[in-house]
């Protein structure tokens, strides 16, 4: 089954455009001025736009990994305005950008769990309701646009410092386009009890989004930051080229949940790291159910003493689809630490790939890093591979890496069977079974939704 | 009543099961014993249904009138069939009282199953935490059979196949599985016990008994013919 093109994609619906300003197709210099002029941002802004878009024109696609040779950047429209402002309740959003969220059910998802919504339709953040108690104790949830105007500051000193545009093509590309994402910051000694939460959507044919999200977590302080991402069919090939930047100070502690379910068109290339000071901890949890192509790799520095790195990975690659993704953790402090369980299942002839990247700098002594990453194959067309890479200057580190690639048997079918699951029942429930090490880890909203998405996956997969 | 006529197995291209034929009726308890490698287990799994074993056509299965060839396992199971594996597989992720409310597919309210568990796991005297935990996922011999019975317990089938629900368990522990069994099985059920213990004959006290040897049932009688195949071995029957 092809999940994206099919009936069961329930949030595969879209609503009509409703564009306000749009930059048409193609990226350019004189773009690239567009954008920065339509958002009225600070000239140092234009500058980083403009000198990323150099780098962009000068850099070239990775000679390794997924085929991106069906990407046409000059088909793409990279800034369109969805609505004039961000409003400040769901009565003023626009009926049609209403019924989106309804539909994927943003507001019930408030009710019951959200400390603040930042939901971002197309390239602008229409909604922002940032409850009072995140104001109370100080704590700035905004989409970023609003960050650079009300918090230049801040902004200027961290943005693009973790991932330079040079850093690689798509941050390059996202650093001369970005618009949207959120800025979060949490002040000294502050926990924020509920996950912050964002969501994300392309709603436009052909449309990049190039959201860039900042976190600053002060000294001791707490979050854990949520993004859900689904997004409608569409019949030709869309981007989604983001930026994430982490800064976790000491003795803090930010998880970082990601539940993506792209639509099968979307090329996904995603930049993320983190850098994680003395005591501090920095866990990814990263769940990529869609897209056509996923490069994804997200990255702890463990530049403190003391440090620890955690990386929750989930990928799962259907017709059509590559999941290239992977964790790095850069241990350049001692005594620091980093797990990686990856988990990642192909079907239907889909690809997975895992790449994991660690590293121990000379001067880092006692530390320790574990990997496992286990693949489940579903059919003879699919494929899983696994791309370790150790490096350790370090001679008393503890590295431990394990992989293991399984398939599901026809006895464990039999013995569910035997107990009146339908082969497309136990399926579902040998992957749901496999998976449950990561999915434990996500929100119970999220891991209901994700246990509904991979049971509708295995029809039609197994038996 | 549950039929089998002219039952001729083959797994890939080896024949297993010649030409057998038996007939079950309901309530009543029947033992299979034979030496290892006679064909019992696949006996039990081409009642059930496992994919991978042919039968021919001449061979019937019949289960109150109706043709059970055609059907898969799971279908089976819906008719209220149930086997007991004899070295169930670990199932990472999935415990058994997930996959019940799985199997029970809203029959049973979540809760009520959950408490209902609870007082089995104590009755047959398995931590609660097995019902929780992967299922036999790390297990011992015993704790894998308990949760087995557990499951026949909750399942409530009108065929149960046990495939050596006493190896690998001490002897209090097959005392107090067959009491469980005893007590928690519906009356009318039909029962089959493969088994090599002549402990747990005696407490099942079964009306059948089968003696199957290289694929062919070698003798047929009742609790006697038990007892005496097994103190003199299996040897004496031809």
Redesign the interface.
């Given at each position: 089954m092809d999940f994206p093109d099919s009936d069961h994609y329930k949030y595969g619906f879209s609503v009509p455009e409703r564009t306000v300003k749009e930059t048409g197709l193609g990226l350019s210099s004189s773009v690239v001025r567009q954008i920065s002029e339509i958002k009225g941002e600070p000239a140092w802004m234009l500058d980083f736009r403009l000198k990323a878009y150099g780098l962009f024109t000068e850099s070239s696609q990775p000679k390794w990994g997924p085929d991106l040779s069906a990407l046409d950047y000059d088909a793409i429209t990279y800034y369109r305005k969805s609505t004039e402002a961000a409003v400040k309740s769901w009565d003023d959003l626009p009926p049609e950008i209403r019924e989106t969220y309804d539909r994927i059910g943003v507001p019930e998802a408030e009710k019951d769990f959200l400390a603040g919504v930042s939901a971002q339709y197309e390239s602008e953040v229409v909604y922002e309701s940032v409850q009072k108690e995140l104001t109370r104790q100080g704590v700035i949830f905004c989409d970023m646009d609003t960050a650079v105007k009300k918090y230049p500051e801040i902004v200027r000193e961290y943005f693009g410092t973790l991932v330079p545009p040079s850093d690689n093509f798509s941050s390059a590309l996202n650093s001369a386009a970005w618009s949207g994402g959120s800025f979060v910051h949490i002040p000294k000694g502050v926990k924020v009890t509920l996950p912050l939460q964002a969501y994300f959507r392309i709603n436009s044919e052909s449309f990049g989004q190039f959201e860039r999200t900042l976190i600053i977590a002060e000294e001791g302080s707490f979050v854990h930051y949520l993004e859900g991402c689904t997004a409608p069919i569409y019949r030709t090939d869309s981007l989604h080229s983001a930026v994430v930047e982490i800064f976790v100070k000491k003795g803090a502690r930010v998880r970082y949940t990601t539940v993506q379910n792209w639509s099968g068109n979307i090329y996904n290339l995603v930049t993320k790291r983190a850098k994680a000071e003395e005591d501090a901890v920095m866990e990814w949890v990263d769940c990529n159910l869609g897209s056509k192509v996923t490069m994804k790799y997200p990255a702890v520095i463990l530049a403190g003493r003391g440090a620890r790195g955690e990386m929750l990975s989930l990928a799962l690659a259907g017709k059509g689809q590559h999941q290239d993704t992977g964790a790095r953790m850069i241990h350049l402090a001692p005594d620091t630490h980093s797990r990686i369980i990856s988990k990642s299942i192909s079907k239907n002839g889909g690809r997975s790939s895992f790449r994991g990247d660690i590293r121990i700098a000379k001067n880092a002594t006692g530390c320790s890093s574990s990997s496992v990453c286990d693949a489940l194959i579903l059919d003879k067309d699919s494929r899983s591979d696994t791309y370790p890479s150790l490096s350790s200057h370090a001679s008393d580190a503890r590295l431990a890496h394990e992989a293991t690639v399984e398939k599901i048997?026809?006895?464990?079918l039999?013995?569910?069977?035997?107990?009146?699951?339908?082969?497309q029942?136990?399926g579902g429930?040998?992957v749901?079974?496999?998976?449950?090490?990561v999915v434990k880890e996500i929100p119970m909203e999220y891991s209901i939704e994700l246990n509904r998405l991979i049971n509708l996956e295995m029809e039609g997969s197994v038996g | 009543m549950f039929e089998i006529r002219n039952l001729t197995a083959t797994i890939g291209d080896k024949e297993i099961l010649h030409d057998i034929s038996l007939d079950f009726e309901s309530g009543k308890t029947v033992v299979v014993l034979g030496p290892n490698g006679s064909g019992k287990s696949t006996l039990a799994a081409a009642i059930m249904g496992r994919p991978d074993i042919t039968l021919s056509d001449a061979s019937e299965l019949t289960w109150n009138g109706e043709e059970l060839k055609a059907l898969s396992a799971d279908k089976r199971a819906k008719l209220g069939m149930f086997l007991s594996f004899q070295s169930p597989l670990p199932i990472p992720g999935v415990s058994v009282e997930e996959l019940l409310r799985s199997a029970l597919d809203g029959k049973k309210d979540p809760v009520v199953l959950h408490r209902e568990l609870r007082t089995l796991a104590r009755e047959i005297d398995i931590a609660e935490e097995f019902l929780s935990r992967s299922i036999h996922d790390g297990f011992s011999g015993g704790e894998r059979k308990k949760i087995e019975a557990i499951q026949a317990a909750v399942l409530a089938p009108s065929l149960v196949i046990f495939d050596e629900i006493d190896t690998g368990t001490d002897t209090d522990a097959v005392k107090r599985i067959a009491e469980f069994l005893r007590a928690h099985l519906p009356e009318d059920a039909t029962k089959i016990y493969i088994t090599h213990s002549p402990k747990l004959i005696d407490l099942i006290k079964p009306d059948t008994v089968v003696i199957l040897k290289d694929g062919r049932v070698a003798a047929l009688g009742g609790h006697d013919l038990a007892i005496k195949t097994v103190e003199e071995g299996f040897n004496k029957i031809h």
């Amino acid at each position: 089954m092809d999940f994206p093109d099919s009936d069961h994609y329930k949030y595969g619906f879209s609503v009509p455009e409703r564009t306000v300003k749009e930059t048409g197709l193609g990226l350019s210099s004189s773009v690239v001025r567009q954008i920065s002029e339509i958002k009225g941002e600070p000239a140092w802004m234009l500058d980083f736009r403009l000198k990323a878009y150099g780098l962009f024109t000068e850099s070239s696609q990775p000679k390794w990994g997924p085929d991106l040779s069906a990407l046409d950047y000059d088909a793409i429209t990279y800034y369109r305005k969805s609505t004039e402002a961000a409003v400040k309740s769901w009565d003023d959003l626009p009926p049609e950008i209403r019924e989106t969220y309804d539909r994927i059910g943003v507001p019930e998802a408030e009710k019951d769990f959200l400390a603040g919504v930042s939901a971002q339709y197309e390239s602008e953040v229409v909604y922002e309701s940032v409850q009072k108690e995140l104001t109370r104790q100080g704590v700035i949830f905004c989409d970023m646009d609003t960050a650079v105007k009300k918090y230049p500051e801040i902004v200027r000193e961290y943005f693009g410092t973790l991932v330079p545009p040079s850093d690689n093509f798509s941050s390059a590309l996202n650093s001369a386009a970005w618009s949207g994402g959120s800025f979060v910051h949490i002040p000294k000694g502050v926990k924020v009890t509920l996950p912050l939460q964002a969501y994300f959507r392309i709603n436009s044919e052909s449309f990049g989004q190039f959201e860039r999200t900042l976190i600053i977590a002060e000294e001791g302080s707490f979050v854990h930051y949520l993004e859900g991402c689904t997004a409608p069919i569409y019949r030709t090939d869309s981007l989604h080229s983001a930026v994430v930047e982490i800064f976790v100070k000491k003795g803090a502690r930010v998880r970082y949940t990601t539940v993506q379910n792209w639509s099968g068109n979307i090329y996904n290339l995603v930049t993320k790291r983190a850098k994680a000071e003395e005591d501090a901890v920095m866990e990814w949890v990263d769940c990529n159910l869609g897209s056509k192509v996923t490069m994804k790799y997200p990255a702890v520095i463990l530049a403190g003493r003391g440090a620890r790195g955690e990386m929750l990975s989930l990928a799962l690659a259907g017709k059509g689809q590559h999941q290239d993704t992977g964790a790095r953790m850069i241990h350049l402090a001692p005594d620091t630490h980093s797990r990686i369980i990856s988990k990642s299942i192909s079907k239907n002839g889909g690809r997975s790939s895992f790449r994991g990247d660690i590293r121990i700098a000379k001067n880092a002594t006692g530390c320790s890093s574990s990997s496992v990453c286990d693949a489940l194959i579903l059919d003879k067309d699919s494929r899983s591979d696994t791309y370790p890479s150790l490096s350790s200057h370090a001679s008393d580190a503890r590295l431990a890496h394990e992989a293991t690639v399984e398939k599901i048997g026809e006895e464990k079918l039999f013995y569910l069977a035997s107990r009146g699951l339908s082969p497309q029942e136990a399926g579902g429930l040998l992957v749901n079974g496999f998976i449950e090490p990561v999915v434990k880890e996500i929100p119970m909203e999220y891991s209901i939704e994700l246990n509904r998405l991979i049971n509708l996956e295995m029809e039609g997969s197994v038996g | 009543m549950f039929e089998i006529r002219n039952l001729t197995a083959t797994i890939g291209d080896k024949e297993i099961l010649h030409d057998i034929s038996l007939d079950f009726e309901s309530g009543k308890t029947v033992v299979v014993l034979g030496p290892n490698g006679s064909g019992k287990s696949t006996l039990a799994a081409a009642i059930m249904g496992r994919p991978d074993i042919t039968l021919s056509d001449a061979s019937e299965l019949t289960w109150n009138g109706e043709e059970l060839k055609a059907l898969s396992a799971d279908k089976r199971a819906k008719l209220g069939m149930f086997l007991s594996f004899q070295s169930p597989l670990p199932i990472p992720g999935v415990s058994v009282e997930e996959l019940l409310r799985s199997a029970l597919d809203g029959k049973k309210d979540p809760v009520v199953l959950h408490r209902e568990l609870r007082t089995l796991a104590r009755e047959i005297d398995i931590a609660e935490e097995f019902l929780s935990r992967s299922i036999h996922d790390g297990f011992s011999g015993g704790e894998r059979k308990k949760i087995e019975a557990i499951q026949a317990a909750v399942l409530a089938p009108s065929l149960v196949i046990f495939d050596e629900i006493d190896t690998g368990t001490d002897t209090d522990a097959v005392k107090r599985i067959a009491e469980f069994l005893r007590a928690h099985l519906p009356e009318d059920a039909t029962k089959i016990y493969i088994t090599h213990s002549p402990k747990l004959i005696d407490l099942i006290k079964p009306d059948t008994v089968v003696i199957l040897k290289d694929g062919r049932v070698a003798a047929l009688g009742g609790h006697d013919l038990a007892i005496k195949t097994v103190e003199e071995g299996f040897n004496k029957i031809h």
